[in-house]
């Protein structure tokens, strides 16, 4: 029986099996090998046609999903998850009374590792304006054709 | 002695007021608007006034505007006193008792402050000093004084107190990914975002920083859009 099967293979030899196989697809998914390359590096390895058509078809079934996990592993800074705003006008303020001093307040939610953090902060208008001037030109130089030949000749 | 100060004073008048500065230090502005208050010493008074010692340590009832000058500004005024020697190394005040020069420095800050707390207006101050027995031509000359630094003593009030982090700039970097040491052709586009905030009390703060894809920096663009929109219907309401 199977069970028997497995019994008769010391510990190590499967410890050594299973490295190895977990080893073969991490690297062919982390390179993105093509086919016939995946298939000419496990020829050399001596094993029977059909082992080598199941391992290649584990290859391709699991490779993206091996490729997004190795994904999360890479450094990685805070990402932005959404920002929530409020419009809040500071009346007065126990130095100075009567004020109209117009302000957005904001709470920018972040990922890091799993964590979500929120900070809040403040802005004035003009610098509002600034802001959203700026990051709009950010946005248009992916258009640019300097960024946009970049990622044609880079696939 | 009060004939020491009466020519002492007539030497101040004609002495030119000084430059205001735009970021008007505090002590400064204080100075300018505490000359015309010392010439006016009204030690033998008996009304008491907020120039007088007992006065302003709170020991006595001020009459007439005694719900102004508050204890609570007393503190800020002390604030604002910052350093005796500043007043006391001024060569213009050289013959002046030095007690009395930092209690009248205190009095006269706490009536600025308060009148620049309260935007109190000229007939407003004219009134009080009034009460306080200063004569129309000290009223007049710390009015024309008041009236000229009004602007920077209320940016420099406004400015004090608490809120959250204050973002002042943005710097942004646009990357394409081409691998990693886990993952190789991961050709993607990213962007890195660093907002730079200050901290109202210490001034400077760790910048923050986020990466973004550019689905997510137009989603971050398009909240700050409505923002400036709803402030802006906001300003024509």
């Known amino acids: 029986s199977m069970r028997n099967y497995f019994l008769n293979i010391g510990i190590d030899t499967i410890q050594h099996g299973v490295d190895g196989l977990v080893y073969l697809l991490t690297e062919s998914s982390k390179l993105m090998i093509s086919e016939v390359d995946f298939q000419d590096s496990i020829h050399v390895l001596g094993f029977s046609d059909e082992l080598n058509k199941s391992l290649l078809q584990l290859y391709l079934d699991n490779r993206k999903e091996i490729r997004s996990i190795l994904g999360e592993l890479a450094p990685r800074l805070p990402s932005y998850h959404s920002l929530e705003w409020r419009l809040d006008v500071q009346l007065a303020s126990r130095s100075l009374r009567q004020q109209i001093k117009p302000a957005v307040t904001m ?24 802001l959203i001037q700026q990051l709009e030109q950010a946005l248009g130089e992916m258009k640019m054709n300097h960024c946009r030949r970049i990622v044609r000749n880079m696939k | ?22 970021s008007a230090s505090a002590p400064r502005l204080l100075l300018r608007l505490l000359i015309p208050c010392l010439l ?60 009395v020069l930092k209690h009248c420095h205190a009095a006269a800050a706490t009536c600025i402050l308060e009148a620049g707390k309260q935007k109190a207006d000229i007939s407003a101050i004219s009134t009080c000093l009034e009460d306080c027995k200063l004569d129309k031509e000290r009223i007049e000359q710390f009015c024309t004084e008041y009236q000229k630094n009004k602007d920077a003593l209320e940016i420099l009030l406004g400015s ?21 040491n886990q993952l190789h052709k991961t050709y993607q586009p990213s962007y890195l975002v660093t907002l730079n905030v200050e901290n109202s009390d210490s001034g400077s703060h760790p910048d923050v920083s986020f990466s973004c894809t550019m689905e997510q920096l137009q989603d971050l663009v398009g909240k700050l859009k409505d923002a400036a929109k709803s402030l802006e219907r906001a300003t024509q309401m």
């Open chain 2, 40 to 99: 006016a010493l009204p030690f033998h008074s008996e009304t008491p006034n907020v120039f007088h010692f007992k006065v302003f340590v709170g020991k006595v009832a001020f009459k007439g505007r005694a719900a102004v000058f508050s204890t609570v500004c007393w503190g800020l005024a002390n604030k604002c006193v910052i350093s005796n020697s500043f007043i006391l190394d001024d060569p213009d005040l050289k013959d002046i008792d030095p007690t």
């Open chain 2, 160 to 180: 004090i107190g608490r809120s959250p982090l204050h973002i002042t700039d943005v710097s942004w970097r646009l990357e394409y990914q081409i691998k990693n």
């Open chain 2, 1 to 22: 002695w009060e004939g020491d100060v009466k020519a002492a004073g007539a030497q101040r008048r004609t002495a030119p007021p000084g430059t205001a500065c735009p």
């Open chain 1, 107 to 130: 709470k920018l939610h972040l990922n890091q590792n799993e964590d979500q953090t929120a900070q809040v902060l403040q802005t004035d208008p003009a610098t509002l304006l600034h």
